[in-house]
Every structure is written in structure tokens, then in C-alpha cells.
């Protein structure tokens, strides 16, 4: 059993940065896959980012690519995504999750574990 606590969500003025953070629980972080999913009002919840356990694979949605940045610390159990020059339409609740590893990160595969999600506002 593993917990997922998103943290970093708030309001930022468009062309601004931010960063998010998710601490998990158990000794189980560094053998999954983290990943980074957004969902909006009337949207389908979107994958973001995804990272392996080693971090030497990585996806970005084309969406943010070039933006943002998903990073892991394996040792302090957490994953981060830097985002930067925030578009108003990167507004969404933010989730983080784990998966089973692979070898290249994709965003295919079921979810096994869900954080509570974070609110990013973006103001134009």
C-alpha cells in the first residue's frame, strides 16, 4: 500500500513557474513509475509526464514539452514537476501516480495508486 500527497498547487500569473510535489509512502517508491496527470472541468483527465524508476526514461505530453520538467528523488520519495511559462490553459487539478515500472515511460498501463490532486491556477 502506497500514499501519494501532492503538494505545490496555487495560483500563478500566466508566463510564472511553479512546482509540485509528491511524497509517497512505503518502501516501495523507487520500483514504480511516477506520473503526472491534469484534469479540468469538463475534461478528460490528461497525462502529463511520466518517469521511470530510474529515471533514464521520460514522456511529455506534446502539450507541455519544453515547459515543464518531472524529476524524482528516489532517497526523499518524492517526484517533482517544475512548471514554467504557465498558459491559462495548464489550469487543472493535478494529479500524481504510480505504476508498475517499465522500462520506457509511457503513459499506457493501469494506475495503481492515486494522490488526493493539487489546484493549479493559472491567471491570464
Known amino acids: 500500500q502506497v500514499q501519494l500527497v501532492e503538494s505545490g498547487g496555487g495560483l500563478v500569473q500566466a508566463g510564472g513557474s511553479l512546482r509540485l510535489s509528491c511524497s509517497a509512502s512505503g518502501r516501495t517508491f523507487s520500483t514504480y513509475n511516477m506520473g503526472w496527470f491534469r484534469q479540468a472541468p469538463g475534461k478528460e483527465r490528461e497525462c502529463v509526464a511520466v518517469?521511470?524508476?530510474?529515471?533514464?526514461?521520460?514522456y511529455y505530453a506534446d502539450s507541455v514539452k519544453g515547459r515543464f520538467t518531472i524529476s524524482r528523488d528516489n532517497a526523499k520519495n518524492t517526484v517533482y514537476l517544475q512548471m514554467n511559462n504557465l498558459k491559462p490553459e495548464d489550469g487543472a487539478v493535478y494529479y500524481c501516480?504510480?505504476?508498475?515500472?517499465?522500462?520506457?515511460?509511457?503513459?499506457?498501463?493501469?494506475?495503481?495508486?492515486w494522490g488526493q490532486g493539487t489546484q493549479v491556477t493559472v491567471s491570464s
Open positions: 518517469i521511470n524508476w530510474s529515471s533514464s526514461s521520460i
Open positions: 501516480a504510480a505504476a508498475r515500472p517499465t522500462i520506457v515511460a509511457t503513459c499506457m498501463g493501469s494506475i495503481d495508486y
